[in-house]
């Protein structure tokens, strides 16, 4: 799978630290806000972060914002709490994918109220440790969590220190990892695989070698359909188990994703806002897009002109 980060950074000083844009559109153009009034789209500057799901839902919303209504459709490569900064400057419009980030949801929507809730994605998220297919049906206790330091050595890498390797990805994904590795005192060390790309290559590589490994994965996510990766489990999740992130030593919770968008941008008048207010989908319909763009190679409009054109009712119901 591959994330497709094209363009340049540029400097801005409103928020300290660089953001990323694509198709030439320089951050902090005055142009950037989401000023669209009466009806009138302007520019909508959506933010993408970085794994191939979210792509998938930013591929598909600039592509109907663009040809269906006629918006300038600036997309802005950022991570998750860099993008949430941007929401004050108005150099970010939308985030259409947020898991959970209950610290992110205090500092911007309660606190600073510099964004605002548009609603649920129609997406079910799921956080986990997975273990490639041969691993699981080789070794079937594997996948219960008590039985994993009795092969901890088995999983030991050049990286992991003498301990199991517990491989993860992208160091800003949502995850209490090495928290939980303390808590359930198991003998493994978190090793950051450093994106999603890698972490698939990873799991692919272990399925064909049958390799040990196990490592953070989450759904949805296309690349399940080609290695169904099995899922480990913790100790069950209950209300309240993650508060204290240092403690932690529960399995995450099942996320109703969701979209946020800048207080500006909702009061807008944007047909953009309406748009991603109404945009809602499963996750079969973010993993086919998803597929088209990583294991297909289609570019980003190419993987969203063949879903809009199939799913036309959807896409009706967004824009109505």
Not at 81 to 94: C, K, P, R, T
Not at 299 to 318: C, G, I, P
Request: hydrophobic share 40%; net charge positive; glycine share 10%.
């Amino acid at each position: 799978m591959a994330r497709h980060w094209r363009a340049g950074a540029a400097g801005l000083a409103v928020l300290g630290l660089t953001l990323t844009a694509c198709g030439g559109a320089k951050v902090g153009d005055s142009s950037s806000a989401g000023s669209g009034s009466s009806g009138k789209c302007g520019t909508f500057n959506l933010a993408v972060n970085p794994w191939v799901g979210y792509e998938a839902d930013a591929a598909v919303v600039a592509y109907v914002a663009q040809h269906n209504l006629g918006c300038t459709v600036s997309k802005k490569n950022l991570k998750e709490e860099i993008a949430w900064q941007g929401f004050g400057s108005g150099e970010v419009d939308a985030v259409l994918e947020n898991w959970g980030h209950a610290d992110l949801v205090k500092k911007y929507i309660s606190g600073q109220k510099t964004a605002v809730d548009a609603g649920p994605t129609g997406n079910k998220g799921i956080i986990g440790w997975y273990v490639p297919p041969w691993l699981a049906k080789a070794h079937p206790d594997i996948l219960d969590w008590k039985n994993l330091n009795k092969y901890a050595s088995k999983f030991q890498t050049s990286e992991s220190g003498g301990k199991g390797q517990l491989l993860d990805g992208d160091p800003s994904y949502v995850t209490n990892d090495a928290a939980l590795v303390k808590n359930l005192k198991l003998d493994f060390k978190v090793v950051y695989a450093g994106s999603e790309t890698a972490l698939i290559q990873a799991f692919r590589t272990a399925e064909k070698n049958k390799q040990w490994v196990i490592g953070y994965f989450y759904e949805p996510q296309w690349f399940l359909s080609e290695v169904p990766l099995k899922k480990v489990a913790l100790p069950a999740y209950k209300t309240g188990c993650d508060t204290d992130t240092a403690k932690v030593a529960c399995d995450y919770p099942v996320y109703n994703l969701n979209k946020v968008v800048s207080a500006k941008f909702a009061k807008s008048g944007s047909p953009a806002y309406n748009l991603v207010k109404n945009f809602s989908w499963t996750n079969d319909d973010q993993n086919e897009v998803a597929k088209y763009i990583a294991q297909d190679k289609m570019t980003d409009d190419a993987a969203a002109k063949k879903w809009v054109e199939a799913n036309k009712d959807k896409v009706d119901a967004w824009i109505k």
